[in-house]
């Protein structure tokens, strides 16, 4: 087709569609600019379809030497698995066919220009590359494809978020709530504000794949805070509807779990899996080790303004042990009481300080006297979060997503029904 | 009590010890700290150890339900404390709000000693931490200062 003749046509990713579309236009005299940001090639070589399958097939031939129908003939033996070595050769059978069916393909075509970087439009005849060697260049085209892929996405109904989805049915990781007394729940799915008319979803801050955003706290100030392994901590602001990263004087990533004080707007807590506790009286500005925190790793942190402590109030840490307390000076920490397990959750009433809850293997905990002694709590459902609302008081998260409260008779009942 | 008394004497104290880094011996001892250190061992030794090494098993309550006098050296955590803290504690006593019994465990000073003389206390047992330990102290009760400070 003579039209084609001499366009100059950009396109953008290498996969399998890519691929396609540059080759064609190239074979009918067209000039390419193939731009990729990452590494050259589709999913099903590089991260898809090659690599799990020849690791499949390597369980596979594992297997039968351990356990086949002629074990009787050919004797079996429990092989030795060496993963790393699987792994090389794995990608270096992913590379060997990168070459052959992308870059080889790529090198020997003259009319395909490839470069490494993000395209970004500029208008409908430029777009903009930043490089990743550094710098920017400019691409002029007749024509461009956009052959990055798909991802799913949730389309732009009104009154979507509050139908019936696959959602519910996730557990609650954490909850709290915003100045007006809204829950915030997070869930696998993301984080949602829910009050009894309405309910919207707070995109989560930007962050890697393996972020696992697991921990909220509620300021003095009403302001939220964020935090996760992999994810640090984040401060949202509701005005401007933007994350702020709070890291950058953290040493790594790893939180487990954050708290914020009870009193004192600035003053945050968070722990730091082997390393230890941090603590920041500057809105998370900077962050200093204060402790190395209690035996066990911590999996749930709580600042209470319980009175009786030698400084400004009290520290809850769950551990895989169970609750332990310090005064907020770090003093040292010790059982609160004789509660044993996995403490997953806590939280305490502020309008009286000595209820303390706990939640441990899904089960709901209360302590009316600073954690001194324990109660289980009968709930019909496995706990997987608590905060403490203005509206509701206690207000629970269940594994199956569910959000629940007690009535003035003291039944759990499911929150906004 | 004058609390803005506290911070004025340890401005010059803290100095004195920083600059040696590990706590002087007895022959040179700053003034402040052999008379800290004299009424130490006439009012808190016998509680809290000669070496300020606290009870034996501080960190439980003990068969009475309270918990047992703490170190005051590196192994304890009367460094977490600012200057203000320590003093009211000295000065008030302190009982710990989860032990069984209603009594003041650590009995209150005030009436025994002078402000002066609780603060020469502080200045001893300051000797008995590490410098890492002196540092944070010292952040603790700027910070705790600013905290109480009229803006």
Redesign the interface.
């Known amino acids: 087709m003579n039209s084609d003749k001499n366009l100059h046509i950009a396109v953008i990713g290498s996969g399998g569609a890519a691929m396609a579309a540059a080759l064609k236009a190239a074979e009918r005299g067209a000039r390419i600019t193939l731009i990729e940001r990452g590494i050259i090639g589709g999913t099903c070589v590089n991260t898809g379809c090659v690599p799990s399958k020849i690791m499949s097939r390597a369980a596979h031939i594992a297997h039968l030497r351990t356990e086949s129908p002629f074990d009787g003939g050919v004797s079996a033996q429990i092989p030795k698995v060496d993963r790393a070595k699987l792994l090389q050769q794995q990608q270096t059978r992913v590379e060997e066919l990168r070459d052959a069916k992308y870059e080889g393909i790529l090198r020997d075509q003259t009319a395909i220009t490839v470069l490494n970087g993000e395209a970004r439009f500029v208008d409908a005849n430029n777009l903009v590359v930043q490089l990743n060697e550094g710098g920017e260049q400019n691409v002029h085209f007749d024509r461009a494809f956009i052959g990055t892929g798909a991802r799913p996405a949730e389309p732009s109904i009104p009154g979507l978020v509050q139908a019936e989805s696959a959602n519910d049915a996730q557990a609650v990781k954490a909850l709290a709530t915003d100045s007006s007394g809204a829950l915030l729940v997070l869930r696998d799915s993301g984080l949602l504000v829910l009050d009894d008319k309405t309910a919207a979803d707070i995109p989560l801050p930007p962050s890697d794949s393996g972020a696992q955003p697991r921990s909220m706290a509620k300021g003095a100030d009403e302001r939220l805070y964020l935090a996760g392994p992999g994810l640090g901590i984040w401060r949202y602001e509701y005005a401007s509807e933007r994350w702020h990263s709070l890291n950058d004087t953290l040493p790594d990533l790893g939180i487990t779990a954050i708290a914020a004080h009870a009193t004192q707007p600035e003053t945050l807590y968070a722990y730091l899996g082997e390393g230890g506790m941090f603590r920041s009286r500057d809105g998370g500005g900077e962050w200093v080790k204060v402790d190395g925190g209690p035996r066990e790793p911590v999996q749930a942190f709580l600042h209470s303004d319980m009175p009786g402590s030698m400084e400004s109030g009290w520290l809850f840490a769950g551990t895989t042990r169970g609750v332990a307390r310090s005064m907020d000076c770090f003093c040292f920490w010790g059982d609160a009481g004789e509660l044993r397990g996995a403490v997953t959750a806590i939280d305490y009433d502020p309008s009286a300080p000595e209820n303390v809850y706990a939640v441990i293997e899904g089960q709901l905990h209360h302590s009316s006297d600073g954690g001194e002694t324990w109660v289980g709590l009968e709930i019909p459902q496995a706990i997987t979060a608590l905060t403490f609302s203005p509206k509701e008081g206690l207000v629970v998260g269940t594994e199956n997503g569910d959000l629940l409260s007690r009535n003035a008779s003291g039944e759990w009942v499911p929150v906004h029904e | 009590m004058n609390k803005w008394f506290v911070p004025l004497v340890l401005l010059v104290a803290p100095a004195l010890l920083m600059a040696g880094g590990a706590p002087p011996n007895s022959d040179s001892l700053p003034t402040e700290v052999a008379k800290g250190r004299q009424i130490y061992e006439q009012y808190c030794a016998a509680c809290h150890g000669w070496q300020g090494e606290g009870a034996a098993n501080w960190?439980?309550p003990d068969e009475k339900g309270e918990m047992p006098p703490?170190p005051h050296d590196e192994t304890g955590?009367t460094w977490?404390?600012s200057d203000a803290?320590l003093f009211r504690?000295i000065a008030e006593g302190?009982r710990h709000?989860?032990n069984k019994t209603d009594r003041l465990a650590m009995p209150a000073f005030e009436d025994t000693l002078t402000d002066e003389e609780i603060q020469w206390v502080i200045e001893y047992l300051r000797t008995l931490w590490t410098d890492d330990q002196r540092r944070y102290q010292q952040n603790?009760s700027q910070?705790i200062n600013q905290a109480e400070s009229p803006s």
Request: cysteine-free; aromatic content about 16%.
């Open positions: 960190n439980k703490p955590h977490r404390h803290m504690m302190w709000p989860f603790e910070d």
